[in-house]
């Protein structure tokens, strides 16, 4: 018997939450899900360390209305490194999709292996990806840009995590994003895939 899957989905549009703001995300349905399976991604807004490392917690409910304060319970919560010597370089020029090598200003403190962001002016085209290895200026990626990076500023130690969690007596699903006293603006994405039947 095969499972029924259901692909990708938002749980967190991408967003960019300013130093010492809690973000609650909407809730998201997931009444019809056995199972989720959450990716969430973060993203450096500066070139600085955190003062304190932002927690993202991903928060259910058994509420199937308007859940309040109470009803809420944390499924699972991240906080990323504070971090230092971070590598932060403006895209040189436009760099279209497609592209596996994108050209920085100076390849400081960048090296193969890291996570990286690429941070648009207009926040929906901001992208991650792997870097598999740094020559000069150059990165090389594992996988092409999807967006065209024109002004963009590419910072190494991006985080990603990675949760699943039984939503079978669950009703609503959300992300909050606590930035407070960190310091600096984050940028976070969440998406899931779901089992919605045996």
Not at 19 to 43: C, F, H, K, P, W
Not at 56 to 63: A, N, Q, S
Not at 100 to 129: P, Q, R
Request: hydrophobic share 45%; aromatic share 8%; charged share 15%.
């Amino acid at each position: 018997m095969a499972l029924t899957k259901v692909q990708q989905a938002n749980l967190f549009a991408i967003a960019s939450i300013a130093s010492n703001v809690i973000t609650e995300g909407s809730v998201v349905d997931v009444s019809a899900y056995y199972q989720i399976d959450v990716r969430v991604r973060l993203g450096r807004g500066a070139s600085t360390a955190f003062t304190v490392g932002p927690k993202i917690r991903l928060e259910g409910t058994y509420d199937s209305s308007s859940p309040t304060a109470q009803q809420w319970v944390t499924l699972a919560e991240f906080q990323a490194a504070l971090g230092a010597t971070i590598g932060s370089q403006a895209v040189s020029g436009t760099e279209a999709a497609g592209q596996t090598v994108v050209s920085l200003a100076a390849g400081t403190n960048f090296a193969a292996g890291d996570y990286v962001f690429f941070h648009n002016t207009t926040i929906g085209n901001s992208e991650w990806a792997r870097v598999e290895s740094v020559s000069g200026a150059d990165l090389t990626l594992a996988e092409a840009l999807v967006n065209a990076q024109t002004g963009a500023t590419c910072r190494d130690q991006a985080e990603q995590y990675r949760c699943v969690i039984d939503t079978a007596a669950l009703q609503g699903v959300r992300v909050v994003v606590d930035n407070a006293g960190t310091g600096q603006a984050v940028i976070v994405e969440a998406v899931f895939g779901a089992v919605s039947g045996l």
